[in-house]
């Protein structure tokens, strides 16, 4: 079968460190950190008090009222990455074929802000209280594609990828699927997560995967760091616009990078912990490399899944050095949760964002909050650190792990003829 070719054509972006791609880039590169103070709800009685909200976030500037009230969160900054993302692309959907355009969308929790009020307020009030019409909708996690498909009239493929922290990169991978097969021309594949609520956070800080550093919150994300204490959780929304090559280039559109393959794997070790070895990681970022017909020496930028948890990056890093090995000193390292913390199930499409553009870009955004890497990390890791770096970057692996031990590694290329 003769495989179609994927290019990257559009790009869009809510993040704790700004609402457009040129912010959220910027802040990259610049080394800005999205951590502060929960302000959503009062958190004084937690064990961690911060996280990495939107800043500043207007549903109003994307979408009526009416429509905004009706819509959880999530979807609020999926509707909002999305409408970017296609204005970037310069698509107009009335001139293509729109039964060849679809929208795979991912979300780790989908409404749990939502979810959690509506309970809240139903057995607050007992039965004198009645729930949302909107409930369901609001919470269901495959609300946010539907809304997308309906609001630009795509009749492609249409439904949502569900897990945990990987969910946005498996959006990615079968979005370039769907296109590689011919099935489609044009994908809209992103996430969106919105769980800066009590019941999360609390869940999570139980489950002691939060840091606690609450008297220095932007500092507190360091991934790789010895002194680490857990990641800082964060929100937000990333999208790509993946679309086969001739079909791009017979509308002129800009293209940011190619997409040339991908790697899925499971660690089958425990719910919510890596293998030691990273066993999942060494076969996902193996299977994305012999899909794009490269070795490790041909990759120029790893953006790493590492979260800032004790045990995850200790497992990630042994995984890089076990394939990587000699050519460690060439691949540069990055976490860019050091900057954003973890959105979850929108981790993967806005870590994949950063990858298109340290292709496009040339630059390798910083790690930072690194001070002393742990000891236990191989010394040979490359990890970029404290400023960004100018360096030609031919070839990037985007790598997500989700709870569940769900594994995915996507490779972005330079485009070339």
């Known amino acids: 079968m003769n495989m179609k070719r994927v290019v990257i054509t559009g790009l869009g972006a809510i993040t704790p460190v700004g609402n457009s791609v040129p912010e959220y880039w910027n802040s990259l590169i610049h080394g800005k950190s999205g951590s502060a103070q929960i302000s959503r709800f009062d958190a004084s009685a937690l064990k961690t008090r911060f996280a990495c909200e939107v800043k500043n976030f207007d549903p109003l500037l994307y979408m009526e009222k009416q429509e905004a009230r009706k819509n959880d969160l999530f979807s609020q900054y999926a509707l909002a990455a999305t409408q970017e993302c296609v204005i970037n692309s310069e698509i107009n959907f009335e001139q293509v074929d729109r039964r060849r355009c679809g929208v795979i969308w991912a979300t780790g929790i989908g409404g749990i802000g939502s979810f959690e009020k509506e309970i809240y307020e139903y057995f607050m009030a007992g039965e004198k209280n009645r729930i949302s019409p909107f409930f369901i909708t609001k919470m269901i996690p495959n609300m946010a594609s539907g809304l997308i498909s309906i609001k630009y009239g795509l009749h492609g493929a249409s439904y949502a990828t569900v897990s945990a922290c990987s969910s946005s990169n498996h959006a990615i991978t079968d979005s370039y699927n769907l296109i590689t097969l011919g099935k489609a021309d044009v994908m809209l594949a992103g996430g969106s997560e919105a769980p800066i609520t009590r019941s999360t956070v609390s869940g999570f800080s139980v489950m002691r995967a939060l ?99 004790p045990v995850g990056d200790i497992s990630e890093a042994r995984a890089i050095a076990a394939i990587f090995n000699d050519c460690l000193a060439h691949v540069a390292v990055g976490a860019t949760k050091s900057m954003t ?58 790598n997500s792990f989700g709870f569940g031990g769900h594994i995915v590694s996507t490779l972005f290329q330079k485009f070339v003829e």
């Open 341 to 398: 913390g973890h959105l979850l199930g929108a981790a993967g499409a806005i870590e994949a964002s950063c990858c298109v553009l340290a292709v496009k870009n040339d630059m390798i955004p910083p790690t930072i909050n690194l001070q002393t890497i742990d000891p236990s990390i191989d010394p040979r890791l490359n990890i970029f650190r404290p400023e960004a770096q100018k360096q030609t970057v031919r070839a990037a692996l985007n």
């Open 211 to 309: 840091s606690e550093r609450n008297d220095t919150p932007e500092s507190a994300s360091r991934p790789f760091d010895e002194t680490r204490d857990g990641f800082v959780l964060g929100e937000g929304a990333g999208v790509l616009m993946l679309e086969e090559l001739e079909h791009a280039k017979r509308r002129g559109a800009t293209i940011y990078a190619e997409m040339t393959g991908y790697g899925l794997a499971s660690d089958a070790y425990h719910i919510t912990g890596s293998h030691p070895e990273g066993l999942g990681a060494q076969l996902a970022m193996t299977e994305a490399m012999r899909d794009g017909g490269l070795k490790p020496e041909d990759i120029d930028y790893i953006n790493t899944h590492a979260t800032s948890t």
